[in-house]
């Protein structure tokens, strides 16, 4: 049986690694390429990306411009249709944060809540909170007389 780890390189030879400081005859002895002190001479020594040595680097010489809505964005929502509701829910059952997430219609992570959509016709008597209802959704309930609420 044939497995990754013995496939072989065929086509071309195994490139031998350089071989630093080892010694002045070879050419890449005394301090093995990495010049006469400083920071680069030193052993676990890793550029920052940017750094230009100390001189001020370019991304602190350039202006600030544009604008971000980062701090005004809004609360990250998670989409139940009602199909989804009809296929997951019993009759009498209470539908919010809690029962979504113990069914797995809710993933893990940070939401600043539910909304409901109006995908799906729902028939089952339910009652269910969520954050926000979408129009289409707020009248198929209204229609089939499924109490529901807005919680913040």
Not at 39 to 44: A, T, V
Request: overall charge positive; aromatic content about 10%.
């Amino acid at each position: 049986m044939m497995a990754l780890h013995t496939l072989l390189n065929t086509y071309r030879p195994r490139k031998k690694p350089k071989r630093v400081g080892r010694g002045i005859g070879s050419g890449t002895g005394k301090t093995a390429g990495r010049g006469h002190k400083g920071d680069g001479s030193r052993s676990g020594y890793r550029r920052r990306f940017g750094y230009e040595g100390g001189q001020v680097p370019l991304y602190r010489k350039l202006p600030c411009r544009g604008f971000t809505r980062g701090k005004f964005k809004d609360t990250i929502l998670v989409a139940i249709n009602l199909a989804s509701i009809e296929k997951y829910f019993a009759d009498g059952e209470k539908v919010n944060y809690t029962s979504l997430r113990e069914k797995g219609l809710v993933p893990k992570g940070k939401y600043g809540g539910i909304k409901i959509l109006s995908f799906g016709e729902i028939k089952k008597k339910l009652s269910i909170e969520a954050t926000r209802f979408s129009k289409g959704a707020e009248e198929k309930l209204k229609k089939s007389n499924i109490p529901y609420k807005v919680i913040a």
